[in-house]
């Protein structure tokens, strides 16, 4: 069974920094591409980095300068570094991932992790 998980949230200061990790574990072969989102309570979920397996990054303007994507294929794990991190931060992060496997690529989600900025 082809599963996302994610981890390395939690609690940080304003101004601090988190490394949030997204491990895929079955039969895959790599990551093709990962996208990273964020949901806030009472806000639509929105996207925050994207990164395909040939190193092309795109980034949200809140997230430029501040949050750097990559993936590690040796591990099938990707992660997303946030630096500076401010309270209007605070989410839910999802990560998206689609998967190399025998036959195609298919697409599938973390069960998200809790990230929260204190001021």
């Known amino acids: 069974q082809v599963r996302l998980v994610e981890s390395g949230g939690g609690l940080v200061q304003a101004g601090g920094s988190l490394r949030l990790s997204c491990a895929a574990s079955?039969?895959?072969?790599?990551?093709?591409?990962m996208e990273w989102y964020r949901q806030a309570p009472g806000k639509r979920r929105e996207l925050v980095a994207t990164?395909?397996?040939?190193?092309?990054?795109n980034y949200a303007d809140s997230a430029k300068g501040r949050f750097t994507i990559s993936i590690d294929n040796a591990k099938n794990t990707g992660y997303l570094q946030m630096n500076s991190l401010k309270p209007e931060d605070t989410a839910v992060y999802y990560c998206?991932?689609?998967?190399?496997?025998?036959?195609?690529?298919?697409?599938?989600w973390g069960q998200g992790t809790q990230v929260t900025v204190s001021s």
């Open positions: 079955g039969s895959i072969f790599s990551i093709a591409a």
């Open positions: 998206n991932a689609l998967l190399r496997q025998s036959v195609a690529s298919y697409s599938y």
């Open positions: 990164i395909t397996s040939g190193g092309s990054t």
